[in-house]
């Protein structure tokens, strides 16, 4: 049985920038490859990835390497601008992702697990839930129209894989190469290797894929678990 994508509007829900190209790139680069259309939304601004050598301007500087990461995979790019630290699963977050919703259109979400290390990603994840629902009620009213149908939902592995027990794993052997493209746009965040309270990301996405791969029987995979609730859940 193979996984096809095709026809499907894909959007991931990220905290930051580089998150999606840690944890589901290579799904995307699929997805894309078999005709999907591919959006990436990134709640916070980045602006407190510090490496060693501060960057002026930080927010700006991720914010162009996050658009050229993007542009590898032409997905479409959405912005919460919430500084980092300060995401929180409250009524701003949820209006500004239920429009971005309805906007992108997606079919399926990819989102970061509740049960993440990091509370940005935790709280994307609730936001993500959230307005995953009310982007199809025509009550709760933002720019753009509510859509037909919730889109289905997928909670992504944790950075690690500490405490996410998989549901499914993609294939993504034949998409390392964009995707480590991907992660080499972020270059402030590569710089952040050498700090002793950071780790260096592309030994973690390589390390990552290649165990989660070897879970599965292939070269590379990237992992998943679909969120069973009413209206987010399909059938194949
Ligand atoms: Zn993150």
């Known amino acids: 049985m193979r996984l096809d994508f095709a026809d499907e509007r894909v959007l991931a829900v990220v905290a930051h920038p580089d998150d999606a190209e840690l944890l589901c790139a290579g799904t995307l680069a699929?997805?894309?490859?078999?005709?999907?259309?591919?959006?990436?939304?990134?709640?916070?601004?980045?602006?407190?990835?510090?490496?060693?050598?501060?960057?002026?301007?930080?927010?700006?500087?991720?914010?162009?390497?996050m658009a050229a990461a993007a542009r590898l995979l032409s997905a479409e790019l959405f912005w919460g601008r919430i500084?980092?630290?300060?995401?929180?699963?409250?009524?701003?977050?949820?209006?500004?992702?239920?429009?971005?919703?309805?906007?992108?259109?997606?079919?399926?979400?990819?989102?970061?697990?509740?049960?993440?290390?990091?509370?940005?990603?935790?709280?994307?994840?609730a936001v993500a839930e959230a307005a995953s629902w009310f982007c199809a009620s025509r009550g709760h009213k933002t720019r753009s129209p509510a859509l037909s149908a919730s889109p289905s939902l997928w909670w992504m592995d944790t950075l690690t894989m500490s405490g996410f027990e998989p549901g499914f794993y993609v294939d993504v052997s034949g998409f390392m190469a964009i995707k480590e493209r991907m992660l080499a746009c972020h270059r402030s965040q590569a710089a952040r290797g050498a700090a002793s309270d950071f780790?260096?990301?592309?030994?973690?996405?390589?390390?990552?894929?290649?165990?989660?791969?070897?879970?599965?029987?292939?070269?590379?995979?990237?992992?998943?678990?679909?969120?069973?609730?009413?209206?987010?859940?399909?059938?194949?």
Not at 47 to 52: A, E, L, N, R, T
Not at 105 to 118: G, I, K, Q, S
Not at 207 to 228: D, I
């Open 30 to 65: 699929r997805a894309r490859e078999d005709g999907a259309a591919i959006g990436v939304a990134v709640l916070c601004r980045g602006d407190k990835g510090q490496p060693p050598q501060p960057v002026p301007r930080l927010a700006a500087v991720r914010r162009g390497e």
């Open 83 to 125: 500084p980092d630290g300060t995401l929180a699963d409250d009524r701003p977050a949820r209006l500004r992702l239920t429009d971005i919703y309805r906007r992108f259109r997606p079919t399926l979400v990819l989102a970061h697990a509740p049960e993440d290390y990091h509370p940005d990603h935790r709280a994307a994840s």
């Open 199 to 236: 780790s260096p990301v592309l030994e973690l996405l390589r390390r990552q894929a290649s165990t989660r791969g070897m879970q599965a029987g292939v070269a590379a995979a990237e992992a998943f678990r679909a969120q069973h609730a009413f209206k987010r859940t399909r059938a194949w």
